[in-house]
């Protein structure tokens, strides 16, 4: 019979946050991947947990693939682990996983610490839907266009950025999104945990007066006025017009305050 491929959350900070089931899965695996053995290895040194380990990166997924499943297939246990929080989430192991599930060998996740998750529940950002989009591009015309691309969307979205580029990408999210409610969290779980809350504009004022800017961030940005706003489209640019705003400008500005495109009012008021 096939061994099992178990998908172990560890955690993102605070080891305190690992499970109990978690911790029992990796002291009998037969084998543990790890995004970095160094890493994993602190954390299994500190559970007491001395089983074998094995890489598995951005950079030696194909090949490494193989040898797991080679050894799945002959019936080993292997626990695969990230950095920090869930595997596969802007983690390695999506090829893994394919591979396994393509082979018939079982899948197992053992659900734990997520930062986007943590993050989500604790912004005071609305829950009832959201998006995570991982890591934004790092080219600032590649970061504004695909945050454009997202203008329109009708929910809270989630991102993983790092403290050398969220200055930047606090500009282009105030560019993109203008007045919508954002929320940083900084150092979840650790002993510097920060939520910042506020505009792009004010968040990045306050981060940049600061002498440095350190830590891992999620960055979360609420929805647009167009989840809450009660008055049809079609009426929103006819009073603005009744103000004297030109009816293109009227437009834009109802796109603006609803998150939407102007060709998405254009339709609606066409």
């Not at 598995?56 to 990230?82: D, F, P, Q, W």
């Not at 604790?122 to 691309?149: I, N, S, V």
């Not at 834009?252 to 998150?259: L, M």
Request: hydrophobic content about 40%; aromatic content about 4%.
């Amino acid at each position: 019979m096939p061994g099992i491929l178990y998908l172990v959350a560890t955690p993102i900070g605070n080891l305190e946050d690992i499970t109990l089931r978690a911790v029992r899965v990796l002291r009998e695996a037969d084998l543990i991947a790890c995004e970095d053995t160094r890493q994993t290895g602190k954390l299994l040194a500190h559970f007491g947990i001395g089983k074998p380990t094995v890489s598995y990166h951005e950079h030696n997924e194909a090949a490494r693939t193989r040898e797991l499943i080679e050894k799945l297939e002959g019936g080993s246990n292997i626990a695969l682990v990230s950095d920090a929080g869930t595997p596969l989430i802007s983690d390695p192991g999506y090829r893994l996983v394919t591979a396994a599930i393509a082979t018939g060998i079982p899948v197992v996740p053992i659900p734990g610490a997520s930062a986007a998750l943590g993050a989500l529940a604790a912004a005071g950002l609305p829950t009832d839907a959201f998006r995570f989009c991982g890591f934004l591009p790092a080219k600032k015309g590649q970061r504004k266009t695909f945050l454009e691309a997202l203008r329109g969307e009708d929910c809270t979205l989630i991102f993983y950025e790092g403290p050398h580029r969220i200055l930047d990408t606090l500009a282009d999210v105030a560019a993109v999104f203008g007045d919508r409610p954002v929320v940083v969290a900084r150092e979840l779980t650790k002993i510097h945990e920060e939520f910042l809350r506020g505009t792009a504009g004010e968040i990045r004022t306050q981060l940049a007066s600061r002498p440095s800017v350190k830590g891992e961030m999620t960055l979360l940005i609420g929805k647009g006025a167009a989840a809450v706003a009660t008055t049809p489209v079609e009426d929103a640019v006819r009073e603005l017009e009744q103000k004297g705003v030109p009816r293109m400008d009227a437009i834009k500005q109802v796109a603006r305050e609803r998150g939407l495109s102007k060709r998405e009012v254009y339709k609606q008021i066409t």
